[in-house]
């Protein structure tokens, strides 16, 4: 049984179609990683997740249940991290925590991560720094021992040491059997720690693939120096010309190498380089397809 | 649900607590200026009974009304004409529009939604809470005289203000209620108190133009200001249709934003 089962998920706001028809699972212990570019539909997908909106149509079954239905049996396994840290101003970092608490019960957890992400619980969240508010948003998602945790782009405004913190405690629960859907806009987080990713844009799901296979994508970047030659002859449409200066031209090429190794094969260069491109190269290839 | 109804009440504890004091100090007033009041009017009685009774009539008095000028006629035309219920309506619009509407506008709905808690039992923890905050209010406003009377040794009829309570809440809660549907219905705190604020004003030029003119004497009836009304003190009635009225829109409104609130979208 999958942890998160999403099954043709549709959510329609009048005649926008947020999301149109998405389907996918995570398994329990994996990463999994919820890419798209702004109003692609990863918030609403996480909201019809967390039944704070109802899907026009399809399906959410999170550990078996469903996650209209069952959605309060739902919510005591589930540790939820939203996009905006929005609580009561006038109430102590504390009192959120104890307010929780007194809903889900004593966490067992709470003072290791106190400790691990250093958030003093005596001060007013309105004079908290923002990323002090983010502490606590993860703070609370990851307290009461959560069996899954569902984050909506979890390291914003987070220094680089506690995105390392972050990441290390999302390995270590994934690791005990905990199950991590999150969205995220920054794709070296995303590559460091996720185990697969799923790519959302205009509501469609353009991809759900292993971060290892991603890696394998076909797509190079070929750098060279190459006197008086015209560009255009190297360009087709898996072919594009990404700079061009003082007879130094770099093109990113999709699928067989071959047929761009015969065209330079054809013309004098000084020197050459083809190197796979970055993950984040190839994600922004999804974003713009 | 104790644990959300308590937290909800220490929240807006100072608003009612402000609210309060302000019946209280306005109702002192009254109580401590009723026994100076009292014998101005006697002695204008005793100037009047020497009044030819055409002259009497033209200026439609009589002595007879200001022998009987007693506590709650001074209470009945002062405080509990209008002041009161707007306090009320004001208090009651204002918990309203916070418990829900505030919630989205200010995104920490979000907070509350994603832990174990039913929408249903959140919206009626939410619901009660204000019913408490109010009936505190009320109880405030109206049986506070009692005490106070004593205190100034005014004679007063304490039936009457157990009845100005149970009418007073029933007014208030009616007010709250229907806010509260308002409430969650909509995404934002003003669109709330625009509506409720508008509905109250309205229902007041009613029940005014009303007694203004006798063809329209009918328009009182959309109006809660018609079921309470200053015969409570005056006279010891209370207005049974106003009952049945209030404690309609109580329960419809309650049930209709539960059901709504349990099936809308929110996202904030």
């Known amino acids: ?289 | 649900m104790i644990r959300l109804i308590w937290e909800t009440i220490k929240e807006r504890k100072w608003s009612v607590i402000i609210y309060c004091l302000a019946s209280i100090l306005l109702l002192l007033l009254y109580v401590s200026l009723y026994p100076s009041l009292q014998a101005q009017s006697q002695q204008l009685a005793i100037v009047l009974k020497t009044l030819p009774e055409g002259l009497l009539k033209a200026l439609g008095t009589a002595p007879s009304q200001l022998t009987n000028f007693t506590l709650e006629a001074l209470l009945g035309s002062k405080q509990f004409s209008l002041v009161f219920q707007m306090l009320g309506a004001i208090l009651a619009i204002s918990i309203a529009g916070n418990d829900i509407a505030g919630e989205i506008e200010k995104g920490t709905i979000e907070f509350l939604l994603s832990q174990p808690v039913s929408r249903l039992k959140f919206y009626f923890a939410r619901f009660l809470s204000g019913v408490v905050l109010l009936t505190i209010f009320v109880a405030a406003s109206t049986l506070s005289v009692i005490p106070l009377a004593a205190a100034f040794h005014v004679a007063y009829v304490a039936s009457s203000y157990y009845k100005l309570f149970f009418m007073g809440e029933l007014f208030t809660l009616a007010v709250y209620a229907f806010a509260f549907f308002l409430s969650a219905t909509f995404s934002t705190k003003g669109r709330v108190s625009g509506i409720g604020a508008g509905l109250i004003t309205l229902m007041y030029v009613a029940f005014i133009v009303s007694t203004l003119k006798d063809n329209l004497d009918k328009l009182k009836y959309i109006s809660f200001f018609h079921y309470f009304s200053t015969e409570i003190l005056t006279s010891g009635t209370i207005d049974r249709l106003g009952i049945w009225i209030f404690s309609t829109v109580i329960v419809l409104s309650a049930t209709i934003g539960a059901i709504f609130f349990t099936r809308r979208d929110i996202a904030v």
Request: glycine residues 6%; aromatic residues 8%.
């Open chain 1, 1 to 289: 049984m999958s942890a998160i089962e999403v099954s043709n998920l549709k959510k329609y706001f009048g005649k926008t179609h947020a999301v149109d028809g998405i389907s996918f699972s995570v398994e329990k212990g994996e990463v999994f990683g919820f890419l798209g570019p702004n109003g692609a539909g990863k918030t609403t997908t996480i909201r019809c997740m967390m039944d704070f909106i109802r899907p026009t149509d399809g399906s959410i079954k999170i550990l078996g249940e469903d996650a209209q239905k069952d959605s309060v049996s739902l919510k005591e396994k589930i540790g939820y991290l939203s996009d905006s840290s929005r609580f009561y101003d006038h109430w102590s970092a504390g009192k959120h925590l104890l307010f929780q608490q007194s809903l889900r019960g004593h966490s067992n957890n709470l003072e290791e991560l106190l400790q691990k992400f250093g958030l003093n619980r005596n001060l007013k969240f309105s004079s908290l720094s923002s990323g002090n508010k983010r502490k606590l948003s993860i703070i609370l998602a990851l307290m009461n021992d959560p069996k899954i945790l569902i984050l909506d782009e979890p390291t914003v405004s987070l220094d680089p040491l506690l995105q390392n913190t972050f990441h290390s405690y999302i390995e270590d629960f994934a690791k005990d059997g905990g199950t991590v859907f999150m969205s995220s806009h920054n794709l070296s987080e995303v590559e460091k720690i996720c185990d697969r990713v799923g790519i959302i844009k205009d509501g469609k799901m353009v991809a759900v693939e292993k971060i290892g296979n991603m890696r394998l994508a076909k797509m190079y970047d070929v750098s060279f120096h190459a006197d008086n030659i015209d560009p255009k002859i190297f360009l087709d449409e898996n072919t594009k010309l990404v700079s061009h200066a003082n007879s130094f031209m770099v093109l990113k090429v999709k699928g067989e190498i071959n047929q761009i190794i015969e065209k330079l094969s054809k013309v004098k260069v000084h020197d050459l380089e083809i190197t796979h491109v970055s993950l984040e190269d190839i994600f922004m290839e999804y974003y713009q397809k």
